[in-house]
Nanobody
Framework: QVQLVESGGGLGQAGGSLRLSCAAS????????MGWYRQDPGKQRELVAT???????NYADSVKGRFTITRDNAKNTVDLQMNSLKPEDTAVYYC????????WGQGTQVTVSS
């Protein structure tokens, strides 16, 4: 079993920055591609960024150029640096493998005010 704990969310202003962190514990595997997802109430969960074991990164068009995903395999953490925030970035953010394999954590709420 793997436990995922997301943190770092909060209230941000449009144009500002937030940094999210995800800590994985248990039977983790650094070979998996990791991703950050987000979900608005009533909408499907959206994959916004991925990073492979070899540090290859991909981003959804909606966040490209503004978000940066990083990982530290020694610490089993995955971070998401969010810059130039927009109100439409408001959502609950989750990390997991991509595609997801593990149970979801509680997520971390990001709210961006205009």
């Amino acid at each position: 079993q793997v436990q995922l704990v997301e943190s770092g969310g909060g209230l941000g202003q449009a144009g500002g920055s937030l940094r999210l962190s995800c800590a994985a514990s248990g039977r983790t595997d650094s070979r998996y591609t990791m991703g950050w997802y987000r979900q608005d109430p009533g909408k499907q969960r959206e994959l916004v960024a991925t990073i492979s074991s070899g540090r290859s990164r991909n981003y959804a068009d909606s966040v490209k150029g503004r978000f940066t995903i990083t990982r530290d395999n020694a610490k089993n953490t995955v971070d998401l640096q969010m810059n130039s925030l927009k109100p439409e970035d408001t959502a609950v953010y989750y990390c997991n493998t991509a595609p997801f394999r593990w149970s979801w954590g509680q997520g971390t709420q990001v709210t961006v005010s205009s």
